[in-house]
């Protein structure tokens, strides 16, 4: 309470409750960046459902609420209510395509779902179905790229702004610690080219299913590849003749997460092509340039838009996977490119400016 009243104007973030993804992105790091204000003009706080008994006080102290993707519900509607019947304004901020009930079935495919399962039917329309309801209860809605943006603004008729996502102190100090340790080596490496597949959810099967073919073949074709997947999604039997050379590490924190970030040369970024997946945002891509990893990723909107193919990163389409990994990995051409990458910030104080 005492750093949302800091300031001259107040900013409340809602999310139901705290998480490593999206509660981290959408009111953590913006709470951050916006304390950060020297003049005192801004200060932000945020809250969960937990801490309900104390809404009244938030309600008060707060001059503008932010909803961060989440479900209508009775609480929802009556903090909406408390803060309407005193002129201020709400609005909702989302990163993901998850409001409009007519894509259900798309995203359920993207997702790998179970379409033959009434109850994950039953889930994902409610899902969206409560997430779209409380959207609409806003005055304005802020999302992370253009793409999404406009889904948004058809969808709900709402004005919409784009706040792309960026990286917190935490991250940023780590991972400039790591990059400056990378440049003092001279971007030294032993003779190996390794490829890392980083997953934050069990959701991105189908996503990583698209390269496997080619690293299959890349694994056979040069003995100096290997491949660290991190995160829920396992390597698969395919690749088990591999051996060693394919290791898994458990989902980590999103700090130590850089550090094995920057262990490999090239951070795979595979997308299926659809509309839901050219709403995600390019934060893959940017937690990787800062510890001097180049990254390849299919053409989605986003990536795109943050990559400019064969400078700062490479777009692959699903056929084209095989081409950029077989790049000669000399310590020299490494090394450019890592530090091509590593002059990419995505810093709070500039994403705002």
Same mark, same amino acid.
């Given at each position: 309470m005492k750093t949302l009243a800091s300031g001259k104007r107040r900013v409340a973030y809602f999310y139901e409750e705290p998480n490593n993804s999206t509660f981290r @992105?959408? %009111?953590?790091?913006? %709470?951050?960046?916006?304390?950060?204000?020297?003049?005192?003009?801004?200060? %932000?706080?945020? =809250?969960?459902?937990?801490?309900? !008994?104390?809404?009244?006080?938030?309600?008060?102290? !707060?001059?503008v609420l932010v909803i961060c993707r989440s479900r209508y519900c009775h609480r929802i509607n009556h903090l909406v209510m408390k803060f309407r019947l005193r002129g201020k304004r709400v609005l909702f901020d989302i990163d993901d395509f998850v409001f409009d009930s007519s894509y259900a079935h798309l995203i359920m495919n993207t997702l790998d779902e179970d379409?033959?399962?009434?109850?994950?039917?039953? =889930?994902?329309?409610?899902y969206i179905g409560r997430m779209g309801a409380a959207l609409r209860m806003c005055d304005g809605a802020i999302t992370t790229n253009g793409y999404l943006a406009?889904?948004? %603004?058809?969808?709900?008729?709402?004005?919409?702004?784009?706040?792309?996502? =960026?990286?917190n102190k935490e991250q940023l100090d780590y991972s400039d610690a790591i990059f400056r340790h990378k440049q003092e080596r001279e971007f030294a490496r032993d003779e190996r080219i390794h490829l890392g597949y980083f997953s934050g959810s069990p959701s991105h099967k189908l996503d990583y299913a698209i390269i496997v073919p080619a690293i299959e073949s890349l694994l056979a074709s040069d003995p100096r590849i290997e491949l660290m997947i991190?995160? @829920?999604i396992e390597a698969g039997p395919v690749l088990s003749k591999f051996g060693d050379r394919v290791k898994r590490q458990p989902f980590h924190d999103y700090v130590n997460l850089q550090r094995l970030i920057s262990t490999v040369e090239f951070n795979l970024m595979p997308l299926q092509a659809n509309d839901f997946t050219n709403c995600k945002s390019e934060l893959k891509y940017f937690e990787a340039a800062v510890v001097g990893a180049m990254s390849i990723a299919s053409p989605s909107h986003t990536y795109a838009a943050a990559i400019r193919d064969g400078e700062n990163g490479y777009l692959a389409k699903a056929q084209e996977w095989l081409s950029p990994c077989s790049i000669p990995s000399d310590s020299g051409h490494c090394g450019a490119c890592c530090g091509d990458c590593g002059m990419v910030s995505w810093r709070g104080s500039d994403v705002l400016r």
């Open positions: @992105y959408r %009111a953590y790091n913006m %709470a951050q960046v916006l304390n950060d204000d020297k003049n005192g003009d801004v200060s %932000a706080s945020f =809250f969960f459902l937990r801490d309900w !008994a104390r809404i009244d006080e938030i309600v008060e102290l !707060a001059d379409v033959s399962d009434p109850d994950r039917w039953d =889930f994902w329309f409610s406009d889904k948004l %603004a058809k969808y709900s008729g709402l004005p919409v702004s784009v706040v792309p996502n =960026f990286m991190v995160g @829920y």
